[in-house]
C-alpha cells in the first residue's frame, strides 16, 4: 500500500511564547548563533518539530481520493497512524527531512506511539520515496521545489490556487482553514502525479 502525503505546519503558539523568548535571549547573549528578532525566530518553529505545529496532514491511499486529517493535533497524529500501519512505501516531497520526521518528533512531544519505526537512511527509495531526493539522485545541488518540477513535468502546480507555504500561517491566523486544506490536498495530488512520472506509472486515474 503506498501513502501519499503532505503536511501544513504553524509556528508554537503563545503557551510557549515564555520558554522560547528564553532561549532565544540565551541565543543572542551567546553572540553569533543568532541575530534576528524574536518574531523571526517564533516564526521559524514551523520548522521546527519541538515548538511547530501540524494543523492537517493531507493523504491518499494509492489510487483514491485525497482526505485531509484537521483538527486537535494529537488526534491527527493517531488517525495517521492508524493509516500508516498498514502502508508499506511513504511517498512525499522532502518528506525525509521534513514532513516525516516532523511527524515522528510531535509524536513524540504529544505522546502518541507511532505504528511505523520506519529507517531514514539515505541512498535508497522504500520505505521512504523522497520525491525531492530521488529526482536529485541525492547530489546536493541543484536544488529543485516541488512547484518547478510539477511545472518541468506539465503538471498543474498546487500553486496556482491563490496559496503558497509562505502563506500558510498568514491564512491561519484569518481562520482560512478549508483554504489550507485545500492548499495541502492540491500538494498531495501533485506529489502523486509526479511519482508516478517518476516511476513511469498510469496517470489515467488522476485528475490531470
Known amino acids: 500500500m503506498n501513502l501519499f502525503f503532505d503536511i501544513e505546519t504553524i509556528p508554537a503558539q503563545e503557551a510557549q511564547h515564555a520558554i522560547l523568548k528564553e532561549i532565544h535571549a540565551k541565543k543572542l547573549a551567546d553572540g553569533k548563533k543568532t541575530t534576528e528578532k524574536f518574531e523571526e525566530y517564533l516564526r521559524a518553529t514551523s520548522f ?23 483538527g486537535d493535533e494529537k488526534q491527527i497524529l493517531k488517525d495517521f497512524w492508524k493509516i500508516a500501519k498498514g502502508v508499506s512505501l511513504f511517498i512525499g516531497f522532502n518528506n525525509m527531512d521534513f514532513d516525516l520526521r516532523f511527524i515522528y518528533q510531535r509524536s513524540t512531544v504529544q505522546n502518541v506511539i507511532p505504528t511505523k519505526n520506519l529507517s531514514f537512511a539515505r541512498y535508497r527509495s522504500d520505505p521512504i520515496f523522497d520525491i525531492m531526493w530521488e529526482w536529485r539522485k541525492w547530489a546536493r545541488e541543484p536544488s529543485v521545489n ?32 478549508k483554504d489550507i486544506c485545500d492548499y495541502c490536498k492540491r500538494d498531495v495530488d501533485v506529489t502523486r502525479a509526479i511519482y508516478l512520472r517518476m516511476t513511469f506509472g498510469t496517470q489515467s486515474k488522476l485528475p490531470f
Open 48 to 70: 521546527d518539530g519541538a515548538f511547530g505545529q501540524i494543523i492537517c496532514i493531507g493523504y491518499a491511499v494509492d489510487d483514491k481520493s485525497v482526505e485531509v486529517l484537521q
Open 146 to 177: 516541488l512547484d518547478t518540477l510539477a511545472k518541468a513535468l506539465g503538471i498543474p502546480s498546487s500553486k496556482d490556487g491563490g496559496m503558497e507555504g509562505k502563506d500558510v500561517w498568514q491564512a491561519y491566523k484569518n481562520g482560512r482553514i
